[in-house]
Structure formats: structure tokens, C-alpha cells
């Protein structure tokens, strides 16, 4: 219930910001605002306040910002269409603004209470806390994975011997090849223990065990100095994610399929619960994460987001008059529909995916 809830929270957070970005400039544009929706209809209650609604709605899992005129139906003052293209053009890309700023800030403040990181030197880790050496990678078919070690997980002891260094790890597993091995493992607070063979014969690029490790600690920065570096990791961010974007794109018309990896509403929110048990810090870095994916996804210009408006606002601008209301009607309504296929069948694949996480949630919740 718990990882429920945190979910819904930072989808919430997420989601608030995004449309407070349009609510915003929409209102400095002289837009009239209709509503102010938090979740989706049908509509739990709603306050108006001069000529907006803002309302609390049932489903929590979005939000919207309806504007007078949005879908091209009228020109009349006050309405989204009676507006020039540049103040169209700052309310359709507010949104995605907003969720950049929104990653900035969570970075900065992880930045500053202290950022998990990979220590590269020795001088890093005299001034770090928390040192541990962690799994960053689990081979496919590997021992590690048969003993079910995950990305994530602390390596404490290898046979009852504390393990200080990757170095140490790797020699007391190399020592035990073809052994049974007990390690204590630790993922957040929760301490359990793992019993593996490792390989005598290992393939090539992977280890007796098949897993990749790193030494990290908590490394923490003063104000003036954290705002620079959550700005600059905001935006690294954003370049990874677009390179990850590409290769899903080229795997996709290359036949090779979606990636395995790419995950819906379930598998986030599973993915949340595990960053939630690893610390505030993990939580709000895999927040930031999914507000920079939130500000690519609506930015793309695909029909029913807010890139695709911005298209044909674009489209507008060059040809001098706007697309039909009905053409660009149908092309968002098609968009949209296709968007809820896609989310769908994501949605299956994570609850293949995710399944003993999930029978867990609902063993506890009943």
C-alpha cells in the first residue's frame, strides 16, 4: 500500500507541475481557463473561483488544464485560438518547461542532502559517506540472477567475511569457484542472505558470478554549488534519455522489437517502491528521471501531446491559416487512442513483468 500511495504522490507532483505550466502562462496570455483538473473525470468535487473550475478528480493518474477554445472551435477573445502564435507556442511548451525546472530543483536539493555516487578515487571516498560496494548489473542466465541479486543490492559479506572494496568481492568470489557461496546482501534497510555457485567457466565479459559491481558513497555539496550541478545533471539527463529514445526508435522499425526495459504506469510504479526503499535521495532522483521522460514524451510531435499542437501551430504559422478544426480534431483523437493502446499493452507486458511484486501488493492489502 505504501508504494501505492508514494506512487500516486509523485505521479501527482508530476503531473500538478506540468499543467500548472500551462495554467500559468495560459492565464498571463489572457486565455480564459476553464478548468483546473487534477486526476481525470468523472470529477469528485470542484471550487470555482471567477471563471475557472479547479476540481479533484477520481481517476489519479493525470490532470488537465482546459482552455477556452483549445481545440480550435472558436476565435472569440479570450480563447486559445484568438491568440498570437508565440503566446500559443509558450503555453503548449510551458508544460514540458515546468518538469525540466521540476528536475532541476529535485537534483539540486539531492545535490545538496547528499548524492549516491560511483567513487572513482580514493580521495572521494575518504570524504564519503556510506561506502559499500553495489550490484550495477546482472547478466541474463547468470548465478547471480538464478539467486535473484538485482541492480541495487549491497554486497556485505561473501562467506561471512566483510567485503570493504570491488576488488575483495571479485577475489573472494574467484576463490570459491564452483563452491556454494553465502553472501549478505542488503537493499536499503532490508538485510537477507543468498546462496550461489559461482562459475568455473565463465563466458566472455562476465564473471563467476555475472554481475557488475561499483564502490559508492554519499557524497553531498554546498547549496551554491548543488544548484549548478542539478542543473548541469538535469540536462545530462535529458541527452541520455533522448540516446535512449533513438535506440528504441531504430529497435522498433529495425524489427528487433521494444526493449525490454521500456515500462508503463505498473512497472513505474513497482520501480518507485524499489527507489523508495533505497533512501529520499533515490526516490527523488528517480523522480527527476521520470519528469525529464514526462518533458521529451510531450514534447515529441506526435498528435494528442503537447509536441503535436505545437506542430500544428507551427503548421499554422507557415501556411498562413490554421489546419481545419476537424482534420486536426481527428488526427489528435486517433493520437490519443493510440496513446491508450500503447499504454495498454505496456501495461500487460509489466504485469507479466512484475508479477510476484504485484501478487505481493495485493496479498498484503487483503
Known amino acids: 500500500m505504501l508504494t501505492f500511495l508514494i506512487f500516486v504522490v509523485v505521479l501527482g507532483l508530476l503531473v500538478f507541475v506540468h499543467e500548472l505550466g500551462h495554467f500559468i502562462m495560459a492565464k498571463r496570455a489572457g486565455m480564459k481557463v476553464e478548468e483546473f483538473g487534477f486526476g481525470f473525470p468523472p470529477r469528485l468535487f470542484g471550487v470555482k473561483y471567477k471563471e475557472t473550475i479547479y476540481s479533484l478528480n477520481w481517476i489519479p493518474l493525470g490532470g488537465f488544464v482546459k482552455i477556452f477554445g483549445e481545440n480550435g472551435e472558436t476565435d472569440e477573445a479570450g480563447s486559445f485560438r484568438s491568440k498570437s502564435f508565440l503566446q500559443r507556442f509558450a503555453v503548449l511548451i510551458a508544460g514540458v ?16 542532502i547528499g548524492v549516491p555516487t560511483v567513487l572513482e578515487t580514493e ?42 572494496s570491488v ?13 556454494e557461496t553465502e553472501l549478505t546482501l542488503a537493499f536499503g534497510d532490508e538485510e537477507r542472505t543468498a546462496t550461489v555457485v559461482p562459475r568455473a567457466e565463465t563466458p566472455e565479459g562476465e564473471g563467476a558470478l555475472g554481475i557488475g559491481l561499483v564502490r559508492t558513497g554519499t557524497l553531498s555539496y554546498p547549496w551554491y554549488e548543488a544548484i549548478g550541478r542539478g542543473f548541469v545533471s538535469a540536462f545530462a539527463l535529458l541527452g541520455t534519455i533522448v540516446i535512449a529514445f533513438g535506440t528504441i526508435i531504430v529497435e522498433i522499425f529495425s ?33 527527476a528521471v ?18 503535436g499542437r505545437i506542430l500544428f501551430a507551427i503548421i499554422e504559422k507557415l501556411r498562413g491559416k490554421p489546419v481545419s478544426q476537424k482534420t486536426e480534431g481527428m488526427v489528435h483523437t486517433v493520437g490519443f487512442v493510440s496513446l491508450l493502446v500503447l499504454m495498454l499493452a505496456v501495461t500487460v507486458r509489466d504485469v507479466a513483468r512484475f508479477w510476484d511484486p504485484i501478487a505481493n501488493f495485493f496479498q498484503n492489502l487483503f
Open 97 to 112: 518547461t515546468m518538469n525540466m525546472a521540476l528536475a532541476w530543483f529535485l537534483l539540486s536539493i539531492v545535490f545538496g
Open 123 to 164: 580521495d572521494d571516498a575518504a570524504r564519503a559517506e556510506d561506502v559499500k560496494v553495489q550490484v550495477v548489473d546482472v547478466a541474463t542466465s547468470s548465478p547471480a540472477e538464478e539467486a535473484g541479486l538485482q541492480i541495487g543490492d549491497e554486497i556485505r559479506a561473501v562467506q561471512g567475511e566483510a567485503v570493504e
Open 167 to 179: 576488488e575483495q568481492a571479485v577475489s573472494l568470489v574467484d576463490a570459491r569457484r564452483g563452491e
Open 255 to 287: 524489427g528487433a522489437g521494444v526493449s525490454a526495459d521500456l515500462a508503463g504506469p505498473v512497472g513505474i510504479a513497482v520501480l518507485t517502491g524499489q527507489a523508495a526503499k533505497l533512501g529520499i535521495a533515490s526516490l527523488l532522483q528517480f523522480t
Open 290 to 307: 521520470l519528469s525529464v521522460n514526462l518533458a521529451l514524451i510531450n514534447v515529441l510531435p506526435l498528435p494528442a501531446l503537447d509536441g
